[in-house]
């Protein structure tokens, strides 16, 4: 088993649990080397909010940044986000292997009791209607009844 450091992993998740960081991360990936004023240019914020984004990215090391004079420029580091994806990678692993044998499970009980196959089985029995339910429907016809046979009798 791989061991990870928490403080880094937990970090790095933090970092892309922002979908402004994760876009960020995204127009790194694509472009490259690019500069803070570029880099916020598709969201409405200021500088110093763009600013704070990165600063998050960096203490993840998802991000580096140099200053070229004025101008401070980022570049990608996906070291981290690796070290991220070998960590699901390892439970994604474990829950196929559950899902796996919840299936083999599930055929193997389906080959027992046929009902299951084909989705008929259910988890309740099904009862026979009671009588009770069928009470207002009898008061409903003897009534009916009583009323007919007063409008017959009644001159």
């Not at 909010?49 to 580091?77: N, P, T």
């Not at 960590?87 to 919840?102: G, K, P, T, V």
Request: proline share 5%; glycine share 4%; aromatic share 6%.
């Amino acid at each position: 088993m791989v061991h990870y450091s928490g403080a880094l992993l937990d970090s790095t998740f933090a970092a892309l649990s922002d979908a402004t960081r994760r876009g960020i991360l995204a127009r790194l990936a694509r472009q490259g080397e690019t500069s803070v004023s570029d880099l916020a240019a598709p969201y409405k914020m200021s500088l110093p909010a763009v600013s704070k984004h990165l600063r998050v990215l960096e203490h993840a090391g998802l991000v580096s940044r140099q200053k070229d004079g004025r101008v401070h420029r980022c570049r990608l580091r996906a070291e981290p986000m690796k070290d991220a994806a070998v960590w699901i990678e390892h439970y994604r692993q474990f829950w196929e292997a559950q899902l796996d044998s919840l299936a083999r499970y599930l055929e193997d009980s389906a080959t027992q009791d046929p009902s299951i196959k084909h989705g008929t089985h259910s988890t309740q029995q099904q009862r026979p209607k009671s009588r009770a339910a069928s009470k207002p429907r009898a008061k409903k016809a003897a009534s009916r009844d009583r009323i007919q046979r007063f409008e017959l009798e009644t001159p």
